[in-house]
């Protein structure tokens, strides 16, 4: 886990020194998480779960070609008295634009990182680290302003199978 994050960290200080560009922030929800759908934590079926919110500050490295680092947060809980789970997801990402025109730009985007989940049970709380992940193949985002755009995305992974959110750009 530690080589994983000691590269995480390297490949995303590469990026952002070769992005001569300003950043964009991005802030979304998605709803139904890889956590809840795959039953990670083999907790006996999910009772409660809401989605996961992400940031993520993203870097134009080439012209179709951003990248940057995310984090989700997520929780749930499940039947029959089961855990609280609280999800914590750092992933770096990339988003490759591969239709545009003046106002919609259609993209791919894929994540990888790591899950953090805070286990809360009557005995004690304890955490888990796993593997995390979003393929995205079908994204569009629409720009409102210079600046300012809206985005949605289909796929699968920790950030939700429905993502829809803002993107800011700096």
């Known amino acids: 886990m530690k080589k994983f994050l000691i590269s995480l960290a390297a490949v995303l200080g590469i990026s952002m020194a070769a992005s001569a560009q300003s950043p964009e ?10 956590m809840d759908a795959t039953n990670m934590h083999k907790g006996g079926g999910v009772k409660n779960a809401w989605g996961a919110l992400t940031a993520g ?9 951003w990248v940057g680092p995310s984090y989700s947060f997520s929780s749930s809980s499940y039947k029959h008295d089961g855990p609280n789970l609280y999800y914590h997801v750092i992933m770096l990402n990339a ?15 894929l ?3 790591a899950d953090i989940t805070h286990v809360g049970t009557e005995n004690g709380d ?3 680290g796993y593997f995390a992940f979003q393929a ?8 409102l302003s210079r600046n300012v ?11 939700g199978l429905l993502q829809v959110g803002v993107r800011i750009g700096l």
């Open 25 to 34: 922030i991005q802030v979304g929800y998605g709803g139904y998480t890889q």
């Open 57 to 65: 500050v993203n870097f134009k490295v080439a012209p179709k070609l």
């Open 95 to 109: 988003r490759y634009e591969y239709w545009r025109n003046s106002i919609v730009t259609l993209y791919a985007h």
């Open 111 to 113: 994540g990888v990182g």
């Open 126 to 128: 304890h955490n888990d």
């Open 136 to 143: 995205s193949p079908l994204g569009a985002q629409v720009g």
């Open 149 to 159: 755009s809206m985005f949605g995305e289909l796929g699968f992974g920790a950030q």
